[in-house]
């Protein structure tokens, strides 16, 4: 059958519940209108369908074999119209669908599970797909709209096409290998000035990957009156913190860093406690996914 030959969802709605009702009139009361229009409806769909549906008599309405036959199917086609309907309504009002989420890796350790949690528990229809990257890559697939939603270090200033608001803002830790002269001599309370670090060899996260942040530890830095000497780079900041364990340098990180359990390193509280690295929630400014909406509502 051709689709323009397809019954309109009225006449099946019709039909449906006068097969439900057997008797016009009751028929007609369900649906608000008319006697008149009720048959007119009953028999545009026999014309489609090209038989009876109902045997009339005096007294009495009976579905025809082929008005038997065809009731399943009207019901079925009302039913996925009212479910798709009432999915394009959640969808539309930010109750249902799917969103995308990219991260850094040390948020898992902070602020992210208790974020997703959160937000699973107000919308539980809602499929979240999340996404590890570091922030240069978070800022590109906005762009390209491979994620909705970032969540990152050291935004930009400013970037074309995309808003910014800081959700957390983290101190830094010094990551020392255990034997180091710097960890005997003091204890986690009392933590290390930045400035006992210059000369030591760094391992640092790859600039490209995290400019801002990167940027921020080198200021950290230099405001200590030194630039940090970078003799390795690690992607992953558990990788960072193994190649400290393995003596090829110290490393400034996030606090949260704290929380990798690793032989052979120590973590310190830095001074001045001033230090800090912000944390960023991040969106296309012309995305109107109320998901989004929903999303950025749950972390500001």
Partial sequence: MDRSELPPLVQLHAFVVLAEELHFGHAADRLGIAQPPLSQQIRRLEGRVGHALFDRTPGRVALTPAGRELLPAARRALAELEGGLAAARDV?????????????????????????????????????????????PQL?????????????????????????????REPFVAVLPTAHPLVAGSTSGRGVEVARLAGLPFVLLPREHGPGLYDRIVAVCQEAGFTPEVVQHAVEWQTVCALVGAGFGVSLAP?????????????????????????????????????????LEAML
Wanted: hydrophobic share 45%; no cysteine.
């Fill in 92 to 136: 539309g009002s930010g109750r249902a669908g799917r969103i995308r989420l990219g991260f850094a890796a040390s948020l898992a350790l902070t602020i992210l599970p208790e974020l997703l949690r959160t937000y699973r528990e107000r919308f539980p229809r809602v499929q979240v797909e999340v996404h590890e990257m570091t922030t240069a």
């Fill in 140 to 168: 590109a697939a906005l762009r390209e709209r491979r994620i909705d939603v970032g969540l990152l270090r050291e935004p930009p200033d400013k970037e074309p096409g995309l808003g910014f608001a800081t959700v957390l």
């Fill in 255 to 295: 606090a949260s860093i704290r929380r990798i359990r690793l032989k052979g390193v120590a973590f310190r509280r830095v001074m001045p406690g001033d230090a800090r690295t912000s944390v960023a929630a991040a969106w296309r400014v012309n995305d109107s996914d109320p998901l989004v909406a929903g999303l």
